[in-house]
């Protein structure tokens, strides 16, 4: 089975503090992505990678960044923490399949919050 | 910009109710398609998936779903839904040039009363 496996499941940091959060997964995918997931709002990509050292911005990246040394990992970075960035974050690994998006497969989740 | 809606926020139905969960999209060109369900407490997981062929398609625990490529939809079904459907439903839509992101839904609550 496809493992993808978050660090941390809950966090609780102060505004202002840096946050790491980090993802790995053990099947080879290609693709790694970090999501948040609020209330009514569904899920909201903030970053993704199709390869190693490389990254492409979501719908909402500003305040984040991240970081694919290997290809097993993808880390999320929140440089300075806000109460806005409490949220549910969600990884994910895919392989494109056909030349299209293939499957996602998630992580059990980070519920981060910034007090 | 490329969106995915969910036209229903929350449903609630009775054990062996039908179930009918919304879903459209406003890509062009070709698309491939998910539903994915959350449990409470639990991870997401995929329910079903399609990529072409047959565009009515079964997924697991008695889940199906229409692609409707003139609508740019792709509805949920279930004929008979039961208490252990309880949980939250969400489409998502991945394009054949955005390197391999899915875009999701806002998220359909269903409540299925025994």
């Known amino acids: 089975d496809v493992k993808v496996t978050q660090s941390s499941r809950y966090l609780v940091k102060r505004t202002g503090e840096k946050v790491f959060l980090e993802c790995v997964q053990d099947?080879?995918?290609?693709?790694m992505f970090w999501y948040r997931q609020d209330p009514g709002l569904g899920l909201r990509l903030i970053y993704f990678?199709?390869?190693?050292?490389?990254?492409e911005k979501g719908d909402i990246p500003e305040g984040y960044s991240v970081s694919r040394e290997k290809k097993e990992r993808f880390s999320l970075i929140l440089e300075s923490a806000s109460t806005n960035q409490t949220s549910m974050y969600l990884c994910a690994s895919s392989s494109t399949v056909r030349g299209g998006p293939g499957e996602l497969f998630f992580g059990e989740g980070s519920r981060l919050t910034v007090l | 910009a490329q969106s995915v809606s969910q036209h229903n926020h929350h449903v609630i139905l009775s054990e062996a109710a039908s179930l009918e969960l919304g879903c459209n999209y406003s890509?062009?060109?070709?698309?491939?398609l998910f539903w994915y369900v959350q449990y409470p407490g639990q991870h997401l997981q995929l329910l079903l998936k399609?990529?072409?062929?047959?565009?009515l398609v079964k997924g697991i625990k008695g889940f199906e779903a229409e692609f409707i490529k003139s609508k740019f939809s792709f509805n949920l079904r279930k004929p008979s839904v039961q208490w252990s459907d309880t949980a939250e439903y969400f489409c998502?839509?991945?394009?054949?040039?955005?390197?391999?992101?899915?875009?999701f839904g806002q998220g359909t609550e269903l409540s299925v009363k025994p």
């Open positions: 990678s199709y390869d190693v050292k490389m990254k």
């Open positions: 099947m080879d995918h290609e693709n």
């Open positions: 998502a839509v991945g394009s054949y040039n955005q390197g391999g992101k899915l875009i």
């Open positions: 399609y990529f072409s062929g047959d565009p």
């Open positions: 890509y062009g060109g070709t698309v491939n």
